[in-house]
């Protein structure tokens, strides 16, 4: 948790009485998909501050992702009934548009076969978000290297492709600095209540602080 402290350490250098808004994004991202970048594009357009949050679990390209059964949304709605003072929390629904799972299954689908690029390319486009040429390149190179050899994508790949995400989103949205992406020890989805609401904002932080979920 140590590692969040230290994050949200800084939403103070926000303004405590600003009325900021912040953004706070968690989830698996293996791998990050055309879906979880226009919900971390929406946090930026949004959002004074956007944190992306991943866990550390590596998953298998053939491995489906859980599904309780639950909408994800409601794993979120204890903290809308806990509210603290001078915070606003809101949940911010977006339509992710692809699943993590269906994005693993195109990639090892791909893989097989194909070790050239241009056809690995071809075959993931719906999953990958318009990027310039040599950042998708760059994100195709993580996803391939990974689908041809031990079949699963890490938590160290999935943060390479954040990272050219991220490059594109603060140039985008002209936020150099101010979108944080961390891997962190705990799942960001299961750990909310206790991420936000207890150690995700800073005691004397006022604003708004937004979740972004998939639909």
């Known amino acids: 948790m140590r590692l969040i402290n230290d994050s949200f350490d800084q939403l103070c ?3 405590e009485k600003s009325g900021a808004t912040v953004g ?3 989830g698996a991202f293996k791998p990050p998909h055309r879906g979880h970048y226009a919900t971390a594009a ?7 501050k956007v944190y992306i949050f991943m866990s550390p679990k590596a ?4 491995q489906p992702s859980k599904d309780t059964g639950v909408p994800e949304w409601q794993k979120f709605e204890g903290l809308l009934n806990k509210p603290r003072p001078g915070i606003t929390i809101e949940l911010e629904e977006v339509d992710r548009q692809t699943s993590a799972s269906e994005a693993r299954q195109k990639i090892l689908d791909a893989s097989l076969g194909r070790r050239d ?4 390319t071809n075959n993931i486009e719906t999953y990958l978000p318009d990027l310039q040429p040599m950042q998708k390149r760059r994100v195709v190179q993580e ?3 990974k689908s041809v050899t031990d079949g699963q994508i890490t938590a160290i790949e999935a943060g390479n492709i954040w990272k050219v995400y991220v490059q594109q989103l603060e140039r985008d949205f002209r936020m150099q600095g101010s979108i944080i ?5 705990v799942s960001p989805i299961v750990s909310s209540y206790d991420l936000v609401d207890k150690e995700l904002v800073p005691s004397g932080f006022t604003g708004t602080v ?3 979920t998939g639909t």
């Open 143 to 145: 996803l391939m290297s």
């Open 117 to 120: 690029m241009e056809s690995f």
């Open 42 to 48: 929406a946090a930026c357009e949004a959002c004074d």
């Open 59 to 62: 998953r298998m390209l053939r």
């Open 181 to 185: 992406f961390e891997t962190v020890q």
């Open 24 to 26: 706070i994004f968690p």
């Open 210 to 212: 937004k979740l972004y």
């Open 13 to 15: 250098s926000l303004n």
